[in-house]
């Protein structure tokens, strides 16, 4: 839950300022820039699809963590996948902001543990009266 939130504030993020970070990332207009646009404005939708991108990521991981009271045996599967896919992007916030894919990493390595841990196996194999 608490990763999944992570990807949802940076999603939100992206996808609203997306001029202002493909300017970050791309740079400013220089003499070879046409004249109508700037790489910021001519990358920003690359920004805004990769902001969706983590947003679809981040609806995957709440829902996952939302039904895990249902004790759904792929639930445990989804969560152990979530996890996988969530290491390339703590690596990738790492190169922008090392705070931030430090921060990234601890939630991903414990998706990624917690599901195959022994209790949490038996967790999953008994369903609720």
Known sequence: MVLGGLQAVLGLALVTNSVAVATAVWGEADASTPCCSTPGEANSGKVVFAGLLVLA?????????????????????????????????????????????????????????????????????????
């Open 57 to 129: 990521v981040a609806a995957w991981g709440v829902t996952t963590a939302l039904k895990f009271p249902s004790r759904h045996q792929n639930l445990r599967v989804s969560a152990f996948v979530y996890g996988w896919t969530a290491l390339p992007f703590s690596w990738a916030f790492f190169q922008v902001m090392p705070i931030l894919g430090v921060i990234w990493l601890v939630p991903a390595i414990l998706a990624i543990v917690r599901p195959n841990q022994p209790e949490s196996r038996a967790w999953f194999s008994h369903q609720p009266v």
